[in-house]
């Protein structure tokens, strides 16, 4: 079914596909952080330590803001739609489990503590951006009355409001927010030997499979990983063919940051090693 038929007019469509686009960035990059995660804490703990703290701040910087401007600008049109008043109200429980998991994280005595309740998180959020997308997104884009393209207008200017904010408060705090702790482990970076940097054995190089993730969260996934990755350290990356766009992609994205060393060259699978310069 094409998009167009969900909306009332050709920029509420556009303003549909920009919605579910960047939901697939949110999932991709909390699907790659927690991938990350899992095999790190089996793998190599203390790398483990710097991914879970970055996946915390993530959800801070993120995820629970871009829950948060959901329910001031979204939610309320939505509800007051008698065929979605109780679906916008199962959404908004939905969005107190999540902050339920990102308070359980952030309270986790150490990664392995935190795996658990870090992949609810991610199954909890994949649900909930689909029915978003498949229910709530389209009944507001084909409704006459109800501009999506404005809405989703006041939803960005809350989130950049909300974000401006929060720096400002960082800066005159004098305790290390979130984000803060991140940039400083990826400045950081080093690793003793541990982290897989050619201090250890390649079997302590965490590994990313992204051989079953959907196609539409593939790329978003690995960019979410390699953005858990401190600098000094490295990823395999295991893919079901040559992934030479999304190389491109990480290329233009992040020019020079990270070395590509092929593992193994198909036929079924491909395996990359990227380190973070």
């Known amino acids: 079914m094409s998009v167009l038929t969900l909306a009332s007019a050709p ?4 303003a ?6 960047h939901h697939a960035r949110l999932a991709g990059e909390l699907a790659g952080r927690v991938k990350l995660l899992l095999t790190a804490v089996d793998r190599d703990p203390s790398a483990a330590e710097k991914i879970h703290a970055g996946l915390v701040a993530f959800c801070d910087r993120s995820l629970l803001p871009h829950a948060a401007a959901e329910e001031a600008a979204l939610y309320p049109v939505a509800h007051g739609m008698p065929e979605a008043r109780l679906l916008i109200e199962s959404l908004i429980g939905e969005h107190r489990r999540l902050t339920a998991l990102v308070d359980a994280l952030r309270a986790a005595p150490g990664p392995a503590g935190a795996a658990a309740d870090a992949r609810a998180l991610q199954v909890l959020f994949e649900e909930h951006v689909a029915k978003e997308n498949g229910l709530v997104l389209p009944l507001l884009a084909m409704t006459p009355e109800i501009s999506l393209a404005a809405l989703l207008a ?5 989130l950049a409001n909300d974000t401006g904010n929060r720096g400002a408060q960082e ?3 004098t305790e290390e927010g979130p984000d803060m702790r991140e940039a400083q482990i990826e400045e950081t970076g080093g690793c003793g030997g541990g982290c897989g940097c050619g201090g250890a054995e ?4 965490p590994e990313l499979d992204v ?12 960019f979410g990983a390699l953005d858990a990755v401190p600098a000094g350290t490295a990823m395999v990356l295991v ?8 190389l491109a992609q990480i290329e233009q994205r992040s020019p020079g940051a990270f070395a590509v060393e092929y593992l193994e060259r198909g036929p079924e699978t491909w395996r ?6």
């Open 11 to 14: 920029e509420e469509a556009t």
């Open 272 to 277: 990359l090693r990227l380190s973070h310069r």
């Open 239 to 246: 893919a079901p063919h040559d992934p030479v766009p999304l």
């Open 211 to 222: 051989t079953e993730v959907p196609h539409a969260l593939r790329h978003a996934t690995v």
């Open 16 to 21: 549909l596909e920009g919605a579910e686009a």
């Open 154 to 158: 006041d939803m960005h200017h809350r």
């Open 171 to 173: 800066d005159q705090d």
């Open 202 to 205: 390649q079997t302590a190089v």
